[in-house]
């Protein structure tokens, strides 16, 4: 299928095609094993293919669901609730430990949902559970989640945490905007936060990473640049951007209205100002350390994404990963309970789902997640499935080098900064034809300019830029080389736009005045900005001034 294709299309449906691999939760349904009886046996054959795993311990309790959560959450759950859970999770527990013995595990994560939501009790019972049942690597970092709120009032419970054996600890910041706050239905303040740090450090943590979001609809650049110096000010060592994805949450509805511009500007916002305060990360990727050779991730994570190290996921609606297959366990669709509850009471499996993955999905699946680091190591994906990466993608490889998206070093595919601009665009590149044209068919289907164009207008406030606002743009005539200056073989510079409103549509180049900036300077620099070009000579033809004539104003 046709890179630049494909590449289009990833860029338009920006808001689903990224490391969240498959594309839509009927993807895979044709590889489905819908015959129950077979689970077991099919699992069995699964995890005699490898030798070493991660697991994954999901834990799907919080105080309440916050309005951009796509994950599994279980809301405002009582001490009996939890303990109940507790006892069938032991029960899954017991299931794979019988499966995966003389199996290393070598990466282990407990999330969320907020683990650390559990009692001190129900968190040292699993931790053993899980130490007594599986044979851990010795140099293994245990890592688990916690919420600020949790941190700050529960001191106690972050040392007993630490004193389990974890030594990394990722806590939840998202935005220090109480406004975007309240609108997402979470709790923060600044006072929490700080109280919280000071908890994790005195319980001896030394491994500590900040979560924070950006990508909304009602953030502005300038909430975003506050809530990241922030987050620098407390000094944790590693800062993980998560870009709000909107599917599968309660505010999908405002998807539309937040352009791909939108994401590009706010991540470089954070690359330029995380980089020039010691925290380093390679272009596109999602976690920044402060450690020099540490990736900031869990080791649960880091092999996961380099490696495609298979993993198991255990708890209500956890995903597990093989060599071939793919599952979900129950509630991953219906986020209930009650299914889960019933299967490990039955003494079953609690699969809601599980493929038999062909190779190219294999492969798709790993690479996708691959660009959470913003890398692939050849490598490591020769070791995993057998096969020269740029010989199996040698026409997505050569698209993506031409156009500057990624480069080759030291057998690692690396995005560039233009790369990491249009990561969306990149990721597909890499789904199995199946997925590609699953991609066109949504893309063709979903996307609805005018009401995107209607939800980002009833998000814009005028007042909030400075004015009057005024804009130059650019009309740059041109002939190809070699033929004559003659009307017929004049052509016209245009860029296709890349915000609201009349996103996507052709324009000429051109954007707003900066404050102490003349026309001439933005008339260059915007040609700079969006064209690449530089040193043209430009001279002003005409100024328009008729009022409303852009529908933000």
């Known amino acids: ?58 834990i799907p309790f919080c105080k309440q669901r916050c309005r951009f959560c796509e994950y599994v959450v279980l809301e405002n759950t009582d001490d009996e609730t939890e303990d109940l859970y507790v006892s069938l999770l032991l029960k899954e527990i017991e299931m794979y430990s019988k499966l995966l013995k003389g199996k290393r595990i070598v990466g282990y994560d407990m999330g969320g949902g907020t683990p650390s939501k559990l009692s001190e009790k129900n968190l040292m019972t699993i931790t053993e559970a899980l130490r007594n049942s599986f044979d851990f690597s010795k140099d293994i970092v245990f890592s688990i989640e916690t919420t600020p709120l949790i941190a700050m009032q529960e001191p106690q419970k972050i040392s007993a945490i630490y004193d389990m054996g974890y030594r990394r600890i990722s806590m939840g910041v998202q935005t220090v905007s109480e406004k975007l706050l309240n609108e997402l239905g979470r709790e923060g303040t600044t006072a929490i936060y700080e109280k919280a740090v000071v908890s994790i450090r005195k319980a001896g943590f030394t491994e ?28 944790p060592e590693y800062i993980t951007l998560y870009r709000n994805r909107y599917k599968g949450t309660k505010i999908e509805a405002e998807a539309g209205g937040v352009s791909l511009y939108k994401i590009i500007r706010q991540y470089r916002l954070a690359y330029k100002i995380l980089n020039e305060n010691g925290y380093k990360a390679n272009p596109g990727k999602n976690t920044f350390s402060r450690i020099d050779g540490n990736y900031g991730t869990s080791d649960y994570l880091t092999k996961r994404v380099i490696n495609g190290m298979p993993y198991v996921g255990m708890g209500l609606g956890a995903q597990s990963f093989g060599y071939d297959y793919l599952a979900y366990n129950e509630g991953a ?47 490591a994906f020769e070791k995993r499935f057998g096969i020269e990466f740029s010989k199996h993608f040698s026409e997505e490889v050569k698209f993506v080098t031409e156009n500057g998206l990624m480069e080759i070093e030291n057998k690692v595919i690396y995005l560039t900064e233009r790369g990491s ?40 406030n005028i007042e909030e830029y400075t004015r009057p606002s005024l804009t130059a743009d650019c009309v740059i005539f041109f002939v ?74």
Request: glycine content about 4%.
């Open 208 to 235: 500590l990473n900040i979560d924070l979001m950006y990508g909304f609809l009602h953030q502005t650049d300038e909430d975003f640049e506050t809530t990241l110096r922030y987050a620098i000010e407390l000094s």
């Open 1 to 58: 299928m046709n890179p630049k294709i494909i590449y289009e299309k990833g860029l338009l449906f920006h808001h689903y095609s990224n490391t969240a691999y498959p594309l839509t939760p009927s993807s895979f349904m044709k590889y489905k094993i819908r015959d129950e009886n077979q689970i077991s046996q099919f699992i069995e054959e699964e995890l005699n293919k490898f030798d070493e795993l991660s697991l994954y311990i999901h």
């Open 421 to 460: 601009d249009y990561i969306n665009g990149v990721i597909p590149l890499f789904y199995s034809e199946n997925s590609k044209k699953e991609l066109i068919e949504l893309s063709s289907k979903k996307i609805n300019k005018s009401q995107d164009e209607k939800v980002f207008l009833e998000a814009y």
């Open 480 to 553: 190809e080389n070699g033929k004559a200056i003659e009307d017929e073989n004049i052509k016209v510079l245009l860029i296709k736009r890349g915000e609201h409103p009349y996103m996507n549509c052709w324009a000429i180049p051109g954007g707003f005045v900066k404050l102490n900036e003349t026309l001439e300077e933005t008339a260059s620099r915007e040609l700079e900005e969006e064209t690449g070009l530089k040193n043209v000579d430009l001279s002003l033809v005409q100024v328009f001034s008729k009022t409303k004539r852009d529908p933000r104003g």
């Open 333 to 379: 669709a219906s986020k209930l309970f009650k299914n889960y509850r019933k299967k490990i009471e039955d003494g079953k499996f609690p699969i809601q789902d599980i493929y038999r993955l062909p190779l190219e999905e294999s492969i798709a699946k790993m690479v996708s997640v691959a660009f959470y680091f913003g890398f692939v190591d050849f490598e």
